[in-house]
């Protein structure tokens, strides 16, 4: 079967070639000028700009390829378009005689250059529009490849499979610079995640039973599989979350296409998974989540006549609905929801009303049923109090971060509807080409599934402490991507047979290059993603080794001097006693970060009083803690009012009966921790 994506023999040469020639010409002498200029200013900064030789070159670099990408540029002008053509011809040509090994030669130079690309983020391509400028660039240069590779029709075509692998290398080689051997927490909560895993065997890693993590148990219990094993150092740690994101993303894109993509041609399935892998990541959609949807996607079978069928699909809803309910309230519905997706889509429509409806009714109640017995369960088997569960239901509601703000400078509204137009655009004209072979009402259903999903996640997005990306809307992000992938690809089951199926609806692609909006909406469909991964890029983390180890032996020697009957309170760092790097040191369990922040935005009084008494009695003799600050915010600052309710709910408090040891605040110069001791009086006004 031949490759719709693909020709035979001659290269066509179009206008996209010149203009991707001119483009790749632009951003090399913009990037180029960048660099220079950095490089200059920072050497000025430094005072070695005269006596640096490695400045010097790198500075002289920068302005060669400057000067020779404004030549080429306009050369591209002044000399007659056919012999550029027959220049970029002549290069595409000699490339196609090493066939598919361009593939190799593209992935592995993608590979090294979006490497540059996440570690220069934070320096040089700080500033997002070099970001996205580089992004593009390696793109272009992946273009010879993948023409010599497919050898495609649309050289308009071939540019956005190069972004795309490119956005996909980035976005891997992003989530693995997380990676890392550093002992102190990456940022503010990274940590504590390992901390939460380590307690379902509390009593092998600390010595004494713990209680279960009251906050994610389904993703505690993916990250706790290392634990199994004794002593497996934090760095490895990362490595598996790391591995969770990639390996479930990637099966549960997979699992996307093996159930509606069947008909599409090679080269459009590696296109859907590399989109779905970076769709999946872009909320991002969390990877504890994704396995509440994932078998359903295997092995769910609205339409089973077998026995063996029918409870297979059982056991698969009540298994998914069982992980809902260890995972997010808002999840507990989302296995009936996706499973009645998959039956509006796949079942033709019968009347009456009830007959065609009693199933998705009778799976959404016993599901969320299921759902909310596991989640009772779990209560009762956590140690946990009953009190300290649901807290997002008493949680504020900031409505302002629907719309830009510091936290979210593209608020969510307007974030979401970047992803869902051009989605939608490519929905509205698949639909357009036969809707009246559909029953109306599996659309209404269809559309009622979405928006319920999509308000309720909007909900979600807006309870202080969210509201800084799009993950909130991650059950709408599922569900849309089920309705957009069995839609675009025509495999929803007709009511009524058309008469003549348009080339879109039976499976070819070839329709969408003929239209220019269309053309414009699938391209912004596929590199939207990339857009707001460039926004997330951070390099990897280099520590001062010197500090920190200098860190953590002081940070022993101060605790040493504890007597051993008198408690060692880690609210930050946890991950200190979980994987040995402090010895003799008895664990806390109450009073963590992330719960301890949680208890604040929820303002949870019978938890803060029995902090406010343990501290007013000095329960601890020493709290290690990140520095406080006594500073209000508000909502004109990055997550103000979180700020605002651990200062007024948790750091004051601290301060009146704690001090900070100054001795400390020397020792650990470097490494963002405070060491705080007992107040011989308390100060006034104290909880």
């Known amino acids: 079967m031949v490759d719709p994506l693909s020709f035979d023999k001659e290269v066509a040469a179009d206008r996209w070639r010149l203009y991707f020639w001119r483009l790749a010409c632009a951003l090399s002498a913009v990037l180029a000028l960048r660099v220079g200029w ?32 404004g030549i080429l540029l306009l050369v591209s002008y002044w000399k007659p378009k056919k012999g550029v053509f027959r220049a970029i011809q002549g290069f595409e040509r000699y490339g196609s005689r090493w066939g598919r090994r361009n593939l190799g030669l593209l992935l592995f130079s993608t590979f090294i250059l979006t490497f540059a690309l996440n570690e220069l983020s934070a320096g040089i391509l700080q500033p997002y529009w070099s970001r996205l400028s580089g992004l593009v660039l390696i793109a272009l240069f992946g273009l010879p490849w993948v023409q010599g590779s497919f050898r495609l029709r ?21 989530l693995l610079s997380k990676v890392s051997t550093y002992p102190f927490t990456l940022e503010w909560s990274e940590a504590s995640r390992y ?33 199994m094993v004794t002593n497996l150092p934090l760095w490895f740690h990362r490595l598996w979350q790391v591995g969770l994101w990639i390996g479930i993303s990637s099966l549960t894109a997979y699992a996307f296409l093996r159930r509606y993509g069947k008909a599409l041609s090679p080269s459009w399935r590696w296109i859907g998974l590399g989109w779905l892998f970076l769709y999946l990541l872009l909320g991002p959609v969390y990877y504890h989540l994704q396995l509440a949807v994932l078998p359903l996607l295997f092995w769910f079978q609205p339409t089973a006549r077998s026995t063996r069928e029918k409870i297979v699909s059982f056991l698969v809803l009540i298994l998914t609905s069982i992980w809902a309910g260890l995972s997010r309230l808002n999840w ?45 369960g779990y209560v009762q088997l956590s140690g946990n109090p009953p009190s300290w569960f649901g807290t997002s239901l008493t949680s504020q509601l900031l409505w302002y971060r629907l719309f830009p703000n510091p936290t979210f400078p593209l608020g969510i509204l307007l974030a979401s509807w970047i992803v869902i137009f051009p989605m939608s655009l490519l929905l509205f004209f698949q639909i357009a080409q036969g809707y009246t072979a559909v029953h109306p009402m599996r659309w209404l259903s269809l559309l009622a599934i979405l928006i319920g999903l999509y308000g309720g996640g909007l909900v979600v997005s807006v309870k202080i402490g969210g509201g800084s990306n799009l993950h909130n809307l991650d059950a709408f992000w599922i569900s849309f991507g089920v309705v957009f992938v069995a839609l675009m690809t025509d495999t929803i089951t007709l009511d009524t047979p058309l008469p003549q199926i348009p080339a879109l609806l039976s499976g070819g692609l070839e329709i969408f290059w003929e239209k220019t909006w269309i053309r414009v909406a699938l391209i912004g469909t596929l590199i939207v993603p990339g857009f707001f991964l460039l926004s997330s890029l951070e390099p990897s983390f280099r520590p001062d080794w010197a500090a920190t180890e200098k860190a953590l032996r002081r940070l022993q ?35 963590e970060r992330v719960f301890l922040m949680e208890m604040a935005m929820a303002n949870n009084q019978s938890y803060l009083q029995q902090f406010y008494r343990d501290l007013r ?12 600050y006594t500073t209000t915010k508000g909502s004109p600052v990055r997550f103000g009012e979180e700020n605002d309710a651990w200062v007024e709910r948790v750091a004051k408090p601290l301060l009146c009966y704690y001090k900070p040891v100054q001795q400390a605040r020397m020792l650990l110069m470097g490494v963002e921790i405070q060491i705080l001791e007992p107040r011989a009086k308390p100060t006034e006004g104290c909880p």
């Open 332 to 376: 507990y519905p989302m296995p009936a929801l996706v499973a009645a997706l998959l039956y509006i889509l796949e079942m033709p429509y019968r009347t009456p009303f009830w007959r065609y409806y009693w199933r998705p009714v009778v799976w959404t109640i016993a599901a969320v049923g299921v759902a909310l017995t596991a989640h009772w």
């Open 154 to 174: 649309h050289s308009l075509l071939a540019f956005v499979i190069s972004l795309l692998i490119s956005m996909v290398s980035l976005q891997i080689l992003s």
């Open 557 to 591: 020697g101060l605790i040493k001097d504890i007597p051993t009957d008198q408690e060692v309170l880690f609210i930050s760092e946890r991950q200190l006693l979980t994987f040995g790097y402090l010895r003799g040191v008895r664990l806390v369990p109450e009073y």
């Open 617 to 628: 009695t000095h329960r601890f003799a020493l709290i290690v803690n990140e520095p406080l």
């Open 195 to 227: 901390y939460y895993a380590s307690l379902f065997v509390g009593e092998r890693v600390y010595g004494v039973k713990t209680a279960w993590t009251v906050l994610h148990p389904s993703r505690y219990l993916l990250q706790a599989i290392p634990f």
């Open 38 to 69: 950095y490089l200059i200013r920072e050497a000025l900064e430094r005072g070695i700009l005269s006596a640096s030789l490695r400045y010097q070159v790198a500075i002289a670099t920068a302005i060669f390829v400057f000067l020779l990408s």
